[in-house]
């Protein structure tokens, strides 16, 4: 049976619910809206293992990064120790980009994460 327009059906009693109505009348399940809601805030929440790896090592990176560039920069070949700003700068920048670039690879896994998510979702929904 097809579901009137403007009506939700109700998976537990099987009931035909306005839309505008938060929860089932006869059973007192909630709506889709609310289900949906719910379910987003989920998937925003669960990310991938791989995303959290990739995170990770972006930190690592940025933190890890920034200490080698200062010991890359300094110089103890002659008398005494000195410090290369211009040094500091280039090893800095290269460890930046590079966790800048993973963070972005991190982004995107999440981004394909939630849709391979939405795309189960949506065919268990139409096989239902």
């Not at 009348?25 to 987003?40: F, L, Y």
Request: glycine share 10%; charged share 25%; net charge negative.
């Amino acid at each position: 049976m097809e579901v009137p327009e403007g009506k939700w059906k109700c998976p537990d009693c099987g009931g035909f619910v306005d839309l505008n109505e938060i929860v089932c009348p006869n059973c007192a399940v909630q709506t889709h809206e609310e289900k949906q809601e719910e379910d987003t805030k989920k998937t925003v929440t669960d990310g991938s293992w791989a995303a959290k790896f990739m995170k990770g090592l972006t930190a690592f990176l940025w933190i890890g990064g920034l200490l080698a560039a200062i010991g890359l920069s300094l110089d103890t070949s002659g008398y005494g120790t000195t410090f290369s700003f211009s040094a500091f700068l280039i090893y800095a920048s290269v460890y930046f980009i590079l966790g800048g670039m993973t963070l972005c690879a991190s982004e995107l896994l999440d981004n394909v994460h939630r849709m391979a998510k939405d795309i189960r979702q949506i065919r268990s929904k139409i096989e239902e």
